[in-house]
């Protein structure tokens, strides 16, 4: 009988870790690819019916009670042995797919998800809390992800007999080659369950809705991304939660518009209040401000406001608001204003005015504020 111990230069009380590793060793030093020759391709061949036969516990067990699953003899190079096992041996532990062997859970870590929400320019300015209702999947309240329905359980896969995978011997130009591959009958758990949970069909989770509550930094803009952790959909099998990225939207504004940080708006200006000058009132987020209109005020001027702009992300401070004037020449006169603004011509020697040509863009509300939007 063949000395399968003495053939991986191991103990007969070796562990099967010590006789992978001694298979390993010999396998790089001796395999045909590596070491050609005649004899060492004879000596890989008692190598790997040796590790076939000690890596096995059924086997092992009969070789030690005297028998010698080979009969004595070398019934061929590789019969019997794992092809995962040659894959360890030379790209590393796990290369063959040992590292997939075993029944897998039935618990996994959820998906992430991304939902879009929409909030008013004013959330974005001083921040705020907005409510938001997500559709998700939720362990299972009736088995708690475990799915079998209460006071069942699950049973042993009859077909792999719970190892979760099965193997096959095929021919090769090694010989024979066992491969291995998750159980069909199982899908790979290792066990089956005999009475799935009526409520979640055996997942462990169910579709539900939930409304949360999210509070909005101050500064966001659209685009921006808020990032809730375990606040994702949860796993199969009642497995942890995934994340939640809130990417929020910010709704355009009837009167103010954004810049960065600074937030722009057009005030009408009567031509007689930019003439002689006035204080008016402006309607910001920051409640009413006084503004003041200096004599001679100019279409497209722009008044700043400093700080009640957009709160900085993640800083202190805030941007500004940029007012521009927008000065509004009469359409329409009655007799008596008409006769009045010709006096004025009269008196400032207007009455046939000499046009002076500029560069488009130079003068007038328009241009002014394209101005103000160019990049700086």
């Known amino acids: 009988m063949n000395d399968y111990y003495q053939d991986l230069g191991v103990s007969r009380d070796a562990s099967p870790e010590a006789i992978k590793s001694a298979y390993r060793r010999l396998a790089r030093k001796l395999h045909p690819d590596v070491n050609p020759g005649h004899e ?4 890989f061949k008692r190598v790997s019916q040796a590790y076939d036969v000690l ?43 040992a590292s997939s062997r075993g029944p897998r859970s039935r618990t996994s870590r959820g998906q992430d998800g991304l939902v879009r929400l929409p909030i008013d320019l004013v959330d974005a300015v001083f921040g705020g809390e907005k409510d938001l209702t997500i559709e998700t999947a ?7 992800g475990d799915g079998s329905q209460p006071g069942t359980g699950k049973r042993r896969c009859e077909v792999c007999g719970g190892r979760g995978e099965v193997q096959q011997v095929q021919r ?24 799935p949970c009526f409520e979640c069909s055996g997942q462990g ?26 606040e994702g ?16 939207s910010v709704n355009p504004h009837p009167t103010f518009t954004r810049r960065g940080d600074d937030l722009h708006a057009s005030l009408q200006v009567p031509m ?18 006084d503004i003041d209109i200096k004599p001679g005020t100019q279409p497209g001027e722009t008044i700043t406001l400093r700080g009640l702009g957009v709160t900085h992300l993640r800083a202190g401070g805030r941007g500004d608001l940029l007012v521009h004037t927008d000065v509004r020449t009469p359409t329409k006169l009655d007799a008596e204003q008409e006769g009045l603004l010709r006096q004025l011509a009269a008196l400032r020697h207007e009455e046939a005015p000499t046009g002076k040509m500029s560069a488009p863009g130079d003068h007038g509300f328009m241009g002014k504020l394209r101005d103000a939007f160019k990049p700086r």
């Open 138 to 144: 939720a362990a299972c309240g009736t088995c708690h």
């Open 233 to 248: 959909e949860v796993g199969p099998g009642g497995g942890p939660p995934g994340d939640l990225y809130v990417e929020v």
């Open 172 to 195: 090769s130009f090694l010989g024979q080659v066992m491969t291995s591959r998750p159980c069909g009958a199982c899908q790979g758990f290792g066990e089956t369950i005999t009475h």
């Open 272 to 289: 007689t209040a930019a003439a002689l000058g006035a204080g008016m009132k402006l309607e910001t987020f920051d409640g009413v401000q």
């Open 205 to 230: 989770r169910v579709r539900t809705q939930r409304t949360m509550t999210i509070a909005i930094p101050a500064g966001v803009d659209t685009g921006t991304r808020i990032h809730l952790v375990g």
């Open 40 to 43: 060492a391709e004879e000596e």
């Open 55 to 97: 890596s096995d516990p059924d086997k092992r067990r009969q070789y030690d009670m005297g028998n010698d699953p080979y009969g004595g003899a070398h019934a061929g190079f590789g019969q019997g042995f794992s092809f995962s096992d040659i894959m360890d041996a030379f790209f590393g532990p796990g290369a063959g797919g």
